[in-house]
């Protein structure tokens, strides 16, 4: 076990100078993804600074109408939230489907977002791997990649991201708060997490040392019909090998608002945008929805073992939704 030294932050200042953006600097949340990596030896921090008495633990309702979200609000409390529930049912829904009770009521909404992928290879040190160590090459693409990406890889990496949470709030245009040393700046889910490219170390677009704070949830997808369903390999729990979120709403039969994420298919959250725009405006029929979804999925490069992910991701988003355009249950 490598010594490091361990920083109680009490405020967020005291933390971005804690870490102060040094190479062997993390911050530790719930820790339930962190402390794993520096078990295997994959993490090997010089210095821990704890972000878990920072007073970033609250939900609450902004002034516009939509949420903010603490980014130390663990995901239990979270997901069981009234206004989460009720406005913006797919984040609770993403939640649930993720990690099991004990490790949802530890988890947090920031390490939720910032968890390193799953891959077997990055996660041993004794393997190749261009994410845990540029240049070495990655023994996932002839190895075993059946739970790898299908959209968006690179000749680099083909890992995917593991948050369900993140599916869920790419689909309702969710925003991401970062602190710095040079100040605050918001970030869309969208775009927080990068593709690997030549890349594959850098995971996101946080800059050394800032701090995710929270997350905005927008009044404008507040109270419309959202969903998120996945499909993994077992009950218990257990990480997408495809999920979706979507959010759809209906005027006078045609499609008003559409979004459409997957999860498990690509390095981040992977908003099907070429599917929305065929969507919007039209009558969402079953037949509407096919084309929308296989149009989306056509630009799918799936590895030698997950091609099926593809049809997989496919139902998932019909079901998904079709269902929304038929209306809440009764
Ligand atoms: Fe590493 Fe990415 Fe290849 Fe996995 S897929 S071995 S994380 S480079």
Known sequence: MKPFAYVRAGSVTEALTAHGGRPGSRYLGGGTNLVDLMKLGVERPETLVDLTRLPLDDVEETADGGLRIGSGVRNSDLAAHPLVRTRYPAVTQALL???????????????????RTRCAYFQDPAKPCNKREPGTGCGARDGIHRDH??????????????????????ALDAHVELQ????????????????????PQRDTVVAPGEILTAVLLPPETAGLPSRYRKARDRASYAFALASAAAVLDTDGGRVRHVALAFGGLAHRPWRATTAEELLLGTEPTEDAVRRAVDAELA????????AFKVPLARNLARDLLNALAAGPRT
Do not use: K, W, Y
């Not at 489907?97 to 390490?111: D, F, K, M, V, W």
């Not at 990406?149 to 790419?170: F, K, N, W």
């Not at 630009?299 to 997950?306: G, I, K, Q, V, Y």
């Open 299 to 306: 630009r799918a490069e799936p590895l030698r073992d997950n």
């Open 97 to 115: 489907a993720g990690a099991s009770g004990q490790l949802r009521n530890i988890a947090t909404t920031g390490g939720n977002l910032l968890q």
């Open 149 to 170: 990406a299908v959209l968006g890889h690179s000749a680099h990496c083909i890992a995917t991201h593991p948050s369900d949470l993140a599916v869920a709030l790419a």
């Open 180 to 199: 710095g040393p040079g100040g605050i700046r918001t970030v869309p889910v969208t775009g927080l997490h990068r593709l690997p490219d030549a890349e």
